[in-house]
């Protein structure tokens, strides 16, 4: 049961233009979303967060959205460049029934930024 | 500071074999995570331990288990590698606190034949 879902694996997007990645959850006990950036040979790295209590939140060109009722959150990525070219994972947390957190990933969308 | 360093970086084993993975953490962080990557599945959690402890475990057979020792350092076992083992593996160290981002090591890519 994948509770974590992007559902496009690739996403093309001009240099310059919008890229919007998307990430749809079936927990609505998670309360913490995150996104990580992934380039070959290494590790994801983190990019940006988000709190259950908000539905916005902003870091330079990386917007994240977070829509409670409908379950979703999106990165938006505003310009985007050729080295924002990786692969994209969402993640979400919940408190488990020990007290503690775990994450859950999204299986992946590979942008691809065209110069 | 050094970042979170996993050894080996490639590995190739045959089915029936165990292998043992190394992960160092950044220094402080008491929280380490495992997780196994393959082709779209995404990452899929194997467990955290927080002082040595097994925190949380996820949804993986018996065949997979690891450790922490006393300077955080973890190691993650595999015995009787399957195919379906083939996968890059990655571990994630973070302070240990709730809602905390975690940082990822560059991952062993593990061949089994």
């Known amino acids: 049961d994948q509770q974590v879902k992007q559902n496009s694996p690739s996403l093309s997007v001009q240099e310059g233009r919008i890229s919007i990645l998307n990430c749809d959850y079936t927990n609505s006990m998670f309360d913490y979303f995150l996104w990580y950036k992934k380039y070959p040979a290494e590790g994801p790295t983190f990019l940006i967060s988000i709190s259950s209590i908000k539905d916005k939140n902003e870091d330079g060109r990386f917007t994240v959205f977070l829509n409670k009722s409908a379950k979703h959150l999106s990165l938006h990525i505003v310009p985007s460049q050729p080295g924002d070219s990786a692969v994209y994972f969402c993640?979400?947390?919940?408190?488990?029934?020990?007290?503690?957190?775990?994450?859950?990933f999204g299986t992946g969308t590979r942008l691809k930024v065209l110069a | 500071k050094a970042g979170v360093t996993q050894t080996p970086r490639y590995l190739i084993k045959t089915r029936g074999q165990q292998v043992t993975l190394s992960c160092s953490p950044i220094s402080g962080h008491r929280s380490v995570s495992w997780y196994q990557q393959t082709p779209g599945q995404g990452l899929q959690f194997l467990f955290e331990y927080f002082s040595e402890t097994q925190r949380n475990k996820g949804n993986f057979p018996g065949r997979f288990s690891g450790r922490q020792f006393s300077n955080s350092r973890s190691e993650m076992n595999v015995s009787t590698l399957e195919l379906g083992d083939s996968a890059l593996y990655l571990c994630?160290?973070?302070?240990?606190?709730?809602?905390?981002?975690?940082?990822f090591g560059p991952g062993t890519r593990l061949l089994v034949l």
């Open positions: 994630a160290s973070s302070f240990g606190q709730p809602k905390e981002t975690q940082y």
């Open positions: 993640a979400a947390s919940a408190r488990s029934t020990s007290g503690t957190y775990k994450y859950i």
